[in-house]
């Protein structure tokens, strides 16, 4: 049967492509057919799990549980529930993109960046799918050495201390993770999530209190490090001006937020309940701090940066709402940005490959010359800032109306940078795009946007509007999985709140 | 006892002896102008006839001989097989890195040989004299090697300092069996626990035990007692230090945990805190101190010192499972540092062309093969997952916080973060854009020798980091032998354990 083996062959499919990628020889494009080959394939694999997913179930499905070390005790388990399923398949679908995008960016090593590229695949899959800590613990970690290597190598100027940076402000707190997945062991005898989730529902209680703080914040400030969210996103920047477009693509984002829901509120809800206000109010600092930010940079790939920083704190914002909609939110945001903000990246990445700067001042009348890159630049504009039918909108709205509803200054102070966000971008697309033709554009004739990076963006404008107006389809699954938590989460506020009262 | 002849109890070291002595018998005989490679030959196969005897060994039931001196159990076939794969590793990256200039080759076949056979003693000798022996055999011959590079100074001033030293750590070694004798009446290591609760002076025996572990916390390079390392692995090979950092360092672990868990487990409360103040000073002052290295022999020399602190880590546990791990985790050191200076050495030659971090920028340019098994060396050192580095750290601390052991394990891996960067340097280094290098231009090719070499570190790494299951399973069969119930009766719990 497929189902039983679909997400290990997902996950594994690009990791024997990188295999062969690493045996192939250096001539022509035939490693670059390949690999697009590859994440076409293992794209096609990911859509087996919405075909056969069987909605209004909770729990996890796909699974497979096998032993892999006997003592101690870790399982090879893999499963999906409606949370990671989509994230499963937008990795999927972003690969073959990062392949298109890199097809011109990338031609000296090509080997070393697409072995290094498809490794990248597997670990982030992983990362997704693995129910066994020491299993994700290793995909989390494994998503690291790619990236940095990739960015050491391809790095625009700095190369070698960006990756050197980006490297250690996850590693190191990821220390902290693995003490906490330790403690948990010692005191459970498993690393297997779903067995340490029915031990802490049950017996929480007999375990020290204050220890589970502090491994609850162990697994938290790994994850925040990660997303980045303020104050430690100061990796990012560095990383998206010197990493190439396909890594920068997958760098933020999705791999924290989503440990985030799985692990701080799958296994510590009372915890997550208790650190809430801190994160929420990181997450307003964040949006504001993000957009402010963003509005004064020059250069297109740090404007990008800053952009991820408040469009990624709006995701951390629903999620410490402890909303079903909140959540739902959440986590259609992290599809819609990933989406959105790939298609951004490359965009960039084109107009570098045509005019070999990131200068935004040096921009100027793109529109004339280039309309079909500037159709594209407002698509996926204005599904950032969130205008109602494209995708953006339904992740902010939904974040915003939960949060209006539990914290309503913290939601106004919120829904602030959202016009701050329109600012921004709107104003890069008019720097970009409109106004009088600067010296570089009129000087330099390119070609508009050609069939291969029309492969790569107009199937992501269409799942944009997609997403924008079918909504329902894809929050149906994420919906049974996110109910189950916010239950959790509701549950541990209970006890909770009769602490505080009795305190009070 | 047994019925098995004595000889086959040490048939590894006596493959070896005769190996090493046929070395040293046929070297003068051959011309002077003619290739002392086939003497590396001779030496790679009476390495792999000793492997294959270890292994071999675990068909025996587990028993002593020569008097209750030797034992063959479970534990002292894995370190027995971890120090002749050591051994073997490390002729072969010999064999490549030679050239028809090298002066001393025959010879230094032949130490290797030699001191492989005192270091496999140390593990397998359950008598303290007997390990001592070994230790010095062991020893002398590295003193030597430290030397080999006889034409720069720093070689023979290493060989020198570490001599002078070392002779002074073995000297503590030596005391320290004098007191125990004087405590207990015995050198004999397991008879050492019983006759310790009935001694009239059991004072001497903690001072006895502390010089042991001082004299063995010099030869691991443990903090305090590390400040010899840096210049020994700058000055020696890059081959020697290769060895030099792994096998004996596993074969003076191998004792230590047998001392500790079969002769001390009552003194635990003695032992424990000491090793826990070296473990996480160590730690620390490796990690510290490679931060700052420019030479990349130096940042691993400082890189060994931690690495003995993790290891310490386990011994701390005061488990099975700690046992387990340590003797686990050398192996997975082992194969990833020997990998790591097999490639140092191919790129410096028996010179040390290269030393420094910005000498290797471009490796992987020039040399895809180098660079990709230099960068997963690395990433194995740093501790990524899916590598034997990864598992065994792992595996370390998991056995440390099972114990309670929660600063410790704190100290640990926030150490491990720190590591990340020293190693990430040179990384980042050997997969920047090259700027044009004469070092680099002057690699020779890579050699089958060389090919073997890598093939069988890059190979226990992963199988370390992906399927442990099986190496795991030796470890712990080797660490029930030296639970002190096991050291009554050790013919049935091996036998139950395997």
């Given amino acids: 049967m497929l189902n039983d083996s679909i997400l290990s062959l997902i996950t594994f499919v690009p990791t024997a492509g990188a295999i062969v990628v690493a045996l192939l020889p250096r001539s022509g494009k035939l490693i670059q057919w390949f690999t697009l080959l590859v994440t076409l394939a293992t794209f096609g694999l990911t859509l087996h799990l919405p075909a056969h997913y069987h909605y209004g179930q909770s729990g996890f499905q796909f699974e497979e549980n096998h032993p892999w070390i006997a003592s101690p005790k870790i399982g090879y388990h893999l499963g999906v529930d409606g949370i990671s399923m989509w994230l499963v398949v937008l990795v999927g679908f972003l690969g073959p993109m990062a392949v298109l995008a890199s097809w011109k960016a990338i031609e000296t090593r090509t080997k070393e960046f697409y072995f290094l590229f498809l490794l990248q695949q597997t670990a982030m899959i992983g990362v997704f799918v693995a129910l066994d800590m020491f299993l994700y613990y290793g995909f989390w970690e494994l998503s690291l050495v790619p990236m940095a290597i990739l960015i050491a190598m391809f790095g625009r100027n700095r190369g070698a201390q960006a990756a050197i940076k980006f490297f250690l402000f996850t590693f190191i707190p990821s220390a902290f993770l693995l003490v906490g997945m330790l403690w948990l062991y010692a005191k459970t005898g498993t690393f297997d999530f779903v067995e340490t989730q029915q031990y802490l529902s049950q017996n929480g209680s007999l375990l020290a209190p204050q220890a589970l703080w502090w491994v609850s914040l162990a697994f938290l400030f790994a994850f925040a490090v990660k997303v980045p969210v303020f104050p430690l996103h100061g990796w990012l920047s560095d990383v998206f001006s010197e990493a190439p477009t396909a890594m920068a693509m997958v760098v933020a984002g999705k791999l924290g937020l989503y440990s985030i829901i799985r692990f701080n509120l799958g296994l510590f809800p009372a915890q997550s309940r208790q650190i809430a206000p801190l994160m929420i109010t990181l997450a307003v600092i964040g949006i504001l701090y993000g957009a402010l930010i963003a509005l004064v940079q020059q250069d297109l790939k740090r404007f990008i940066a800053f952009s991820t920083v408040g469009h990624l704190s709006f995701c951390t914002l629903g999620i410490f709402c402890f909303t079903v909609v909140g959540l739902n939110g959440s986590v259609y945001q992290i599809l819609n940005h990933e989406l959105s903000g790939a298609a951004m990246l490359i965009l960039f990445g084109i107009l570098y490959e045509r005019y070999g700067t990131y200068d935004m001042a040096l921009y100027g009348g793109l529109a004339g010359r280039l309309p079909r890159m500037a159709t594209l630049y407002l698509i996926t504009t204005l599904s950032l800032i969130g205008l109602p039918i494209l995708n953006g909108f339904v992740g902010e709205f939904l974040i915003l109306s939960s949060s209006f509803g539990v914290h309503p200054y913290w939601g106004a102070a919120a829904t602030l940078g959202v016009i701050l966000s329109a600012a921004y971008m709107l104003g890069m697309i008019q720097k970009l795009f409109y106004g009088q033709q600067s010296q570089l554009v009129a000087n330099k004739p390119v070609p508009d946007v050609m069939a291969r990076e029309g492969f790569a963006l107009v199937p992501a404008a269409i799942l944009m509007l997609v997403l924008g107006v079918a909504s329902p389809y894809w929050i149906r699954a994420i919906s049974d999985a996110v109910n189950g938590l916010a239950g959790n989460v509701a549950h541990a506020t209970v006890t909770l709140t009769t602490n505080v009262a009795e305190k009070r | ?498």
């Fill in chain 2, 1 to 498: 006892m047994t019925d098995v002849p004595q000889i086959y109890r040490i048939l590894p070291e006596v493959i070896l002896t005769i190996t090493g002595v046929i070395i040293m018998l046929v070297e003068p005989l051959l011309a002077k102008n003619s290739s002392r490679k086939p003497l590396g030959w001779l030496a790679v196969l009476g390495t792999l006839a000793s492997l294959a005897a270890s292994n071999w060994q675990l068909q025996l039931p587990a028993g002593t001989a020569f008097y209750g001196t030797v034992q063959t159990d479970a534990y002292s076939v894995f370190f027995h097989v971890a120090i002749a794969g050591i051994v073997l590793a490390t002729l072969l990256v010999t064999l490549d890195a030679a050239t028809a200039e090298t002066e001393g080759l025959g010879e230094l076949f032949a130490l290797i040989c030699f001191g492989a056979v005192g270091m496999m003693l140390m593990t397998s000798g359950i008598e303290l004299l007997l390990v001592f022996i070994g230790l010095e055999i062991s020893s002398i011959s590295t003193y030597i090697m430290a030397g080999f590079r006889k034409k720069s100074a720093k070689g023979p001033e290493a060989a020198i300092k570490y001599f002078l030293l070392g002779s002074f750590a073995t000297a503590f070694f030596l005391y320290g069996i004098a007191l125990i004798f004087g405590a207990t009446g015995t050198t004999v290591i397991p008879a050492v626990a019983g006759l310790l609760t009935s001694s009239q002076t059991p004072i001497l025996a903690s001072i006895g035990l502390t010089m042991i572990i001082i004299g063995l916390g010099f030869k691991v390079s443990a903090a305090p007692f590390q400040v010899w390392t840096p210049d020994v692995y700058e000055g020696a090979t890059s081959v020697v230090v290769g060895l030099m950092s792994t096998a004996p360092k596993a074969a003076a672990f191998a004792v230590l945990l047998r001392v500790l868990y079969v002769a001390f487990p009552a003194l635990h409360n003695h032992w424990q805190p000491l090793l826990w103040g070296m473990a996480a000073l160590s730690m620390t002052i490796g990690n510290l101190g490679a931060l700052r290295q420019q030479n990349v022999k130096l940042m691993l020399a400082y890189s060994s010192i931690a690495y003995a602190g993790y290891l310490l880590v386990a011994f701390t546990a005061l488990s099975q499972d700690g046992i387990a791990a340590a003797s686990f985790y050398t192996v997975s050191y082992a194969a990833m540092n020997v990998g790591i200076f097999a490639i140092f050495s191919h790129a410096g030659g028996m010179g040390d062309r290269l030393t420094l971090i910005q000498d290797y920028r471009g490796l992987a340019y020039r040399s895809p093969l180098l660079g990709g098994a230099l960068a997963f060396f690395l990433i194995s050192l740093i501790g990524i997952p899916f590598t034997g580095g990864f598992f065994g750290k792992f595996y370390v601390f998991a056995s440390a916080l099972h114990s309670g052991l929660v600063w410790l394990t704190i100290i640990g891996l926030v150490n491990s973060g720190i590591a990340a960067y020293y190693y990430l340097r040179l990384l980042a280094s050997a997969y920047s854009k090259p700027v044009h290098s004469d070092l680099l231009d002057g690699i020779p090719r890579v050699s089958i020798p060389l090919l073997f070499a890598l093939l069988l570190t890059v190979a226990t790494t992963l199988i370390l980091g992906i399927v442990p299951g099986r190496v795991l399973a030796g470890a712990k069969a080797g660490a029930n032998t030296l639970s002190p119930a096991a050291a009554i009766d050790i013919g049935g719990n091996t036998d139950a354990a395997k």
